[in-house]
């Protein structure tokens, strides 16, 4: 192979030669073994390692790729200049360079610094951008965040060490103070923020620096590649950082944009169609017809939806599936143990880093620990572990700053889980898989699980705390900000209401073992939030607030009270518990019907379950709203479902009282079961009910 052609063999497409000149071929030869490194980088990660099902390929047959539809693309506009037509056509042929603002064989200017050409500069950064990946990619580089999360000084350490290697190198010694303080921030921010789908770019950005130093100091290089590295940091924002006579240019700015954005096209059509080809999916794309129609995908915004929308399917199906996030959470549980755990120094594992000796120990512990995965797929294990899997979808209101790999590490340390960032459909996942946990009986699980859903009050809980500084300290004038952070703090609680819908299942199917659980799911509507028909797991902290919004919602909504008599009884229910329980945790579920054999049991009209380290309350009411108010059968049915939980209870470690059917509403219209359960102390097995609690 020349230094400036390789021939690859693309899956669909064949084999195929890609040129790289001037620049490209610069940054190739300077940083040849860090391009070539990628070839034993597997695409997908941890999929790769452990899934029986996808095709193997690199980060390295990504990026060639990429290479190869910018290289169709510049072949194809020197054809057209080659073949002289007829004006019309060659207007209708050239929609590329009209979109760019200019063709890709034309010169680039950035900030002073010429390229030779759009064509060049795509593929100089085509072949730098993913050389900061670990192996095993995202799933190392979230193992990574946790060891660095885990103490306060390694975090530090590791961002004064990024703010020397910008202050030492050789690439941004003529660069502003500005700009160096920007690229740090934009650094330190991934770190801060815990943005695990960008932990790469951190290691890339510190690569470059490092391959930089082989350069004469006036190299012609080091300009280009020094302007380029801050587009590749700051895309769009890298015309702040221009001169400001550039900055006043509009079409200069407006070409910039579209560099990045086609930047971003080419690089999500290429792992689009390798992903659906070695994934097997049913939805691929036509590679051929994707050359042709390329200005369509950069332009028009029903192509965009198309590749869009895909890459949302592959995420939810293949990337970030209940399986894929397993294999994920497998991954970083070994390597943050087997690698980086085994680190005292951050200055060691840089330096690891940056030489790529991390990548050998990486392969090791992984070749290892792929066998005994494998040897438990096929004892059934995995089969196993992947049953009863919680997965939450939640976004995150920018005034909170969410950081998963904090609430990974102060909520998912005795409930196995993972939390994960959505970019495709720009949300939260977070997937909880209850049977990797190891607890002795099922009370314990559902405190533990419980427990995880502190996640989704999280942002609420930031949100509350800055409410109460403004309510503090700023002055009438203000009401605004005020009336903002009230919108803010009832949206949370709406999205940490209906977040819940998945633990509740999981909770009462584990509770009511003998039954089959059904739960009356509703779509997460405006209409159904007003009503209050939908199941939630809510602290007790926001009982009172939500009770407020949810009893606001109804009386503006609900006119007769009849239909909607089983949510007003609820939330009458929840203020008198609230008032007359501590309890930390309420789970509440209208209409739950309990079956056998594909038949109801018995129907829960009103289902009230708190919660708390030291007791747990499971209230049972019965609605009767219309003229006939015979209790009596209803209320048997009842009373045998809690009798049938207390020996299950007591072999937990409580104390059970059951009550006898109550108005506890003084009402006639609504009676009452309460199933108290409190820990005995002198009962051993209670260490394992509450030992999430106690440890």
Known sequence: MLDNKFHIEVPIIGEQQI??????????????????????????????????????????????????????LETQEKFKKEKKKETNEAEEKDKVNKLLKYGLTTSVTLNGIRFSSLSELLKSWT??????????????????????????????????????????????????????????KLLATIIIQERIMQVHKVFTFLKILKNAEKLQDDDELIPKLRELTKLMMFRKRYLNYEEPERQKDLEHSEKVENVVDYFLVLRELSFTVLDGYVAQSPIQLNYHAILNLLP??????????????????????????????????????????????????????LEDILSNKIDEKIKHVINKEIWNMLSEKHQGKIHNDLKDVIEINFRDLKITSFKPITCELNFLTKMPGIILYNMASKEYQMFIYPNLAQYPNKIARILAVLNTSTILYYPLDSINKRSRI?????????????????????DSLKTALNGSFNIIYYILRVLFEEYEVNIKEVPIEEEYLNTFSF????KSDYLSFASSILKDNLSNTVKEKGKYAEPMYAIELLEYYGKMKKLDWYLVA???????????????????????????????????????????????????????????????????????????????????????AYLDLTNKACDDSCGYFQK
């Open 296 to 349: 369509l995908f950069l332009e028009n915004k029903h192509y965009k939806e198309v590749v869009d929308n895909i890459e949302k399917f592959y995420t939810r199906t293949l990337y970030q599936s209940v399986e894929g996030a397993y294999y994920h959470l497998r991954a970083v549980s070994i390597l943050e143990s087997q690698v980086f755990g085994k680190y005292d120094s951050v200055e060691d594992l």
């Open 19 to 72: 040129s790289l000149y001037d620049e490209s071929r610069q940054i190739y030869k300077l940083f040849k073994d860090e391009i070539l490194r990628l070839k034993d980088i597997m695409q997908l990660g941890a999929l790769h390692y452990f899934s029986e099902k996808l095709f193997k390929y690199t980060r390295y047959d990504h990026i060639l790729t990429m290479l190869l539809l910018i290289n169709r």
């Open 127 to 184: 072949l730098l951008y993913a050389i900061g990946h670990f192996q095993m990619t995202f799933a190392a580089e979230h193992a990574f965040l946790r060891w660095i999360k885990s103490k306060n000084s390694r975090q530090s350490k590791f961002l004064k060490l990024i703010r020397e290697q910008i202050e030492k190198s050789k690439l941004f010694k003529k660069e502003s103070t500005k700009v160096k303080n920007e690229l740090y």
């Open 470 to 490: 403004v309510e503090k300290n700023v002055k009438l004038n203000s009401i605004v900000t005020k009336r903002f952070l009230s919108m803010w703090l009832v």
């Open 535 to 538: 199941p939630f797991v809510i």
């Open 590 to 676: 209208l209409d739950t019907k309990l079956m056998k054999n594909n038949q109801p049991e018995v129907e829960l009209d009103i289902l009230i379950i708190g919660f708390s380290p030291e007791q747990i309350m499971l209230s049972i009411s019965e609605v009767k709203s219309g003229k006939h108010k015979n209790f009596h059968k209803q209320l048997r049915k009842l009373k045998r479902i809690l009798e049938d939980l207390k020996p299950e209870f007591e072999k937990c470690g409580y104390k059970v009282e059951i009550s006898p059917p109550k108005n506890l509403l003084k009402d006639k219209n609504v009676k009452t079961l309460v199933l108290s």
